[in-house]
């Protein structure tokens, strides 16, 4: 069975540190690995990986994807309180109609 | 501006009612999706369409309906409200093509009493 699996579930720091979530992944006919920030309403969309080793960045956010050893990374430096939100991944496979898989999320909170 | 819509944002009704959630999208997007959320979980798709007068079951069973009869509309109907239908409801949609970016609407948290 398909599936993702993200860590930690839960993370509290404080503003200024740097944090790493992780998504790991056991699917079939892997196409691309989506990265999702989702504070109280909709999820909005931060990057799509499909290509190991290629390192995708937006300000303070970065991720990577390894498809050998099938998981993926999100970084943030210098996280603020704004950061604080779940953040989810989700697997987009082949032959599968477009619909994801998604993890559990991982629940960030920055303290001031 | 391109965007998609859900409507009502918030909804609390009573057991047995029959309400829809609404959902449009103005980006022309062929693929729309439902997911149900509970508090603290993942989103577990319940329908999905890839175009007009398309639609199919998602992984998790629901008792909910949906229909496609314009491309920019995928409302989804409970005939009969239940307290277990409490949840959040998040309507996406993407383009069909190689990959698939999913953008998300607002959301409706439904609560049945």
């Known amino acids: 069975e398909d599936k993702v699996v993200q860590s930690p579930l839960s993370l509290v720091v404080h503003e200024g540190d740097t944090v790493t979530l992780n998504c790991s992944y056991e699917v079939t006919n892997f196409r691309s690995l989506l990265w999702y920030k989702q504070e109280k309403k909709a999820p909005t969309f931060l990057f799509m990986l499909t290509s190991s080793g290629i390192e995708k960045k937006s300000g303070r956010l970065s991720s990577i994807l390894d498809k050998k050893e099938l998981f993926s990374i999100l970084n943030i430096t210098a996280t603020q309180t704004g950061d604080s939100a779940v953040y989810l991944c989700?697997?987009?496979?082949?032959?599968?109609?477009?619909?994801?898989?998604f993890g559990q999320g991982t629940e960030l909170s920055v303290k001031p | 501006e391109a965007d998609i819509y859900q409507t009502p944002r918030y909804l609390v009704i009573g057991t047995g009612k029959k309400i829809t959630l609404e959902c449009s999208q103005t980006m022309g997007h062929d693929k729309m999706y439902w997911y149900q959320q509970d508090p603290g979980m993942e989103l577990h798709l319940i329908h999905y369409?890839?175009?007009?007068?398309?639609?199919e079951k998602g992984d998790l069973s629901s008792e909910s309906t949906v229909s496609r009869i314009r491309t920019e509309h995928f409302p989804l109907t409970l005939e009969s409200a239940r307290p277990s239908h409490t949840s959040q409801y998040l309507c996406?949609?993407?383009?069909?093509?190689?990959?698939?970016?999913?953008?998300f609407g607002p959301g409706t948290r439904l609560t049945v009493l």
């Open positions: 996406a949609s993407s383009v069909s093509g190689a990959y698939n970016e999913q953008f």
């Open positions: 369409s890839y175009g007009v007068n398309s639609t």
């Open positions: 989700a697997v987009d496979p082949y032959n599968q109609g477009g619909k994801l898989i």
